[in-house]
């Protein structure tokens, strides 16, 4: 089965569930910013795993990943970034405006 024909992920009580899905079903959840962040990962932590013979960190970085993309799906896009937004006002105290670009919000933040 290729992954394209591979099932997407499975639908949970609060939309897709992405327990088992694939790096590429994962980047398709992704918003555009993020997905260019999960891209320069995931080639780092292959690379980094090609050079050590080890998984452990791809596995950890893709449940990492997996985690954003079913809040990303169960949310949406611009409910996703809004998250971000609150949460650096909250951290800040200072109100971010809303057509602040997403890394510069999770900068704020330390991410």
């Given at each position: 089965?290729?992954?394209a024909?591979?099932?997407?992920?499975?639908?949970?009580?609060?939309?897709?569930?992405?327990?088992?899905?694939?790096?590429?079903?994962?980047?398709?959840?992704?918003?555009?910013?993020?997905?260019?962040?999960?891209?320069?990962?995931?080639?780092?932590?292959?690379?980094?795993?090609?050079?050590?013979?080890?998984?452990?960190?791809?596995?950890?970085?893709?449940?990492?990943w997996?985690?954003?993309?079913?809040?990303?799906?169960?949310?949406?896009?611009?409910?996703h970034?809004?998250?971000?937004?609150?949460?650096?006002?909250?951290?800040?105290?200072?109100?971010?405006?809303?057509?602040?670009?997403?890394?510069?919000?999770?900068?704020?933040?330390?991410?």
């Amino acid at each position: 089965m290729t992954a394209a024909a591979a099932p997407g992920p499975r639908q949970g009580r609060t939309g897709p569930s992405f327990a088992d899905a694939s790096p590429a079903e994962v980047r398709a959840a992704l918003i555009p910013e993020e997905a260019t962040e999960f891209d320069q990962q995931w080639r780092d932590v292959m690379a980094r795993a090609t050079e050590r013979l080890d998984l452990a960190e791809v596995f950890a970085t893709l449940d990492s990943w997996r985690r954003v993309a079913r809040l990303t799906a169960a949310d949406g896009a611009e409910a996703h970034r809004a998250m971000y937004r609150r949460a650096a006002e909250r951290l800040t105290g200072n109100p971010i405006p809303a057509d602040e670009p997403l890394p510069q919000t999770k900068a704020r933040l330390g991410l």
